[in-house]
């Protein structure tokens, strides 16, 4: 078999076991597996991988470097495939991962706002946007580690700001479950509260449903709490340097 044959081989059999895990945790949770989206986060992973990946089926990708995503994206142009930006953003790069990506999950601040939306407009399309949600930060602003991720007071004003942006939709919300604060270590309790934060942006804006929560180690979490969206690398791809 050739290299190329091994990878895939390997690659679907890891898709296969996470499908599964998807499967088995929206039964879990009375949920229809349709209302969960798998996003396969190939970050420090070549474009021959998601190229692989996307002639298993997979069509939602993330990515969390601008220079790594923009080539690979540019690699893959031909491919039907829908990309998500995950990583935390510089302003100064807004313009570049514009061209890529149809979802940014880690909108945390408001003057992030106008520069993505800006560059959005420029290129034709509508970015779904998301704010990324600091659950360190809550009732403990010295536990946020600035790993990226507004703090939860933020996220009304700031939900309310891109809904006014011409060249962005809010989406949702997303976040990643906290390394410190009252929610580390438990993450079933940070996704519901992520799921509870949500369900209050919905109620002043009904069409940003999306809650992007969970990767390879809690996606079974993330699901039981209601998470739309599961954001899966290592599990898919393989264990990544430390760096990555
Ligand atoms: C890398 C990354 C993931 C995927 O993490 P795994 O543990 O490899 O599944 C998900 N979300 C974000 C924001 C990431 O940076």
Redesign the pocket.
């Known amino acids: 078999m050739t290299d190329s044959g091994a990878r895939k081989e390997q690659l679907a059999a890891n898709l296969a076991k996470v499908e599964e895990r998807i499967a088995k945790a929206c039964a879990a949770a009375g949920r229809s597996r349709g209302d969960v989206t798998l996003i396969a986060?190939t970050?420090t992973y070549p474009a021959s991988d998601v190229r692989l990946l996307s002639s298993l089926g997979v069509e939602q990708v993330?990515e969390?470097r601008d220079q790594e995503a923009g080539p690979k994206a540019a690699a893959c142009a031909d491919l039907p495939l829908t990309w998500h930006f995950?990583?935390q953003l510089q302003t100064n790069k807004a313009k570049s991962v514009a061209r890529y990506a149809s979802y940014v999950?880690?909108v945390d601040r408001a003057r992030l706002a106008a520069p993505l939306g800006a560059a959005a407009v420029r290129e034709g399309r509508e970015i779904g946007a998301l704010v990324q949600v600091a659950l360190d930060a809550e009732g403990d602003p010295a536990a946020h580690a600035g790993r990226g991720g507004a703090h939860p007071d933020e996220v009304p004003e700031l939900v309310d700001r891109i809904a006014a942006t011409e060249g962005l939709r809010l989406a949702g919300l997303?976040t990643?479950a906290p390394l410190a604060g009252r929610y580390a270590g438990d993450a079933r309790a940070a996704f519901a509260r992520l799921a509870e934060l949500a369900s209050l942006v919905r109620a002043a804006h009904p069409a940003a449903t999306m809650v992007s929560a969970g990767?390879?180690?809690d996606l079974e979490e993330a699901i039981a709490a209601g998470a739309t969206h599961v954001?899966?690398?290592?599990?898919?791809?393989g264990t990544?340097s430390p760096l990555?």
Not at 231 to 237: D, F, K, N, P, Q
């Open positions: 986060v970050k993330g969390n995950i990583g999950h880690s997303m990643v990767m390879s180690g954001r899966i690398g290592s599990a898919i791809l990544r990555g």
